[in-house]
T-cell receptor, first 109, second 114 residues
Framework: GQNIDQPTEMTATEGAIVQINCTYQ??????LFWYQQHAGEAPTFLSY??LDGLEEKGRFSSFLSRSKGYSYLLLKELQMKDSASYLC??????????WGAGTKLIIKP | DTAVSQTPKYLVTQMGNDKSIKCEQN?????MYWYKQDSKKFLKIMFS???????INETVPNRFSPKSPDKAHLNLHINSLELGDSAVYFC?????????????FGPGTRLTVL
């Protein structure tokens, strides 16, 4: 079956760095998305990776290893506004998005 | 200039009623989606639809039906509402199905069935 695993919740300190991991098993693979969802709001797109390696976009970076079925989202210089859920989603061979349950990130001062 | 909009934002209704949620996108996208997000925050695809194809998640009860009057709209109609239908329903759109395109989400409709 198809499956996405990510931690349920993580806590980090303002100004620090946090890494949110995601492992996936899908029927075929056409890339991996990360979305951010603040409480009570809609998910918003953060990143897309299809090739192995690290993609950097400001304070956020996303990494992919296709051979390991693994990705992570790296958040640097954490701010209180980064408190949100981070959703990992893999695109399968039919271009259907398979979603993880999300990782709730709590930032403490 | 909202990209994907949904109405209503909140919907409270009794078991057994029939209700509709409307979705509109002004992005010129070809594909629209409906998701259900339950209390555990898991996003579950219900439907994806473009002019050519409706893809239904087989786990979705047939009480749920998407209706698309035109390319910019995909409404969700729910018959005989049940307590388990309480959730947040998100509409989303993307440029084209069958390709890699990010999805843009509407603000969500929080449905509460009493």
């Amino acid at each position: 079956g198809q499956n996405i695993d990510q931690p349920t919740e993580m806590t980090a300190t303002e100004g620090a760095i946090v890494q949110i991991n995601c492992t996936y098993q899908t029927s075929g693979f056409n890339g991996l998305f990360w979305y951010q969802q603040h409480a009570g709001e809609a998910p918003t797109f953060l990143s897309y990776n299809v090739l192995d390696g690290l993609e950097e976009k400001g304070r956020f970076s996303s990494f992919l290893s296709r051979s390991k079925g693994y990705s992570y989202l790296l958040l640097k210089e954490l701010q209180m506004k980064d408190s949100a859920s981070y959703l990992c989603a893999a695109l399968d061979s039919n271009y259907q998005l398979i979603w993880g349950a999300g990782t709730k990130l709590i930032i403490k001062p | 200039d909202t990209a994907v909009s949904q109405t209503p934002k909140y919907l409270v209704t009794q078991m057994g009623n029939d209700k509709s949620i409307k979705c509109e996108q002004n992005l010129g996208h070809d594909t629209m989606y409906w998701y259900k997000q339950d209390s555990k925050k898991f996003l579950k695809i219900m439907f994806s639809y473009n002019n050519k194809e409706l893809i239904i998640n087989e786990t979705v009860p047939n009480r749920f039906s998407p209706k698309s009057p035109d390319k910019a709209h995909l409404n969700l109609h729910i018959n005989s509402l049940e307590l388990g239908d309480s959730a947040v329903y998100f509409c989303a759109s993307s440029q084209e199905s069958g390709e890699v395109n990010e999805q843009f989400f509407g603000p969500g409709t929080r449905l509460t069935v009493l």
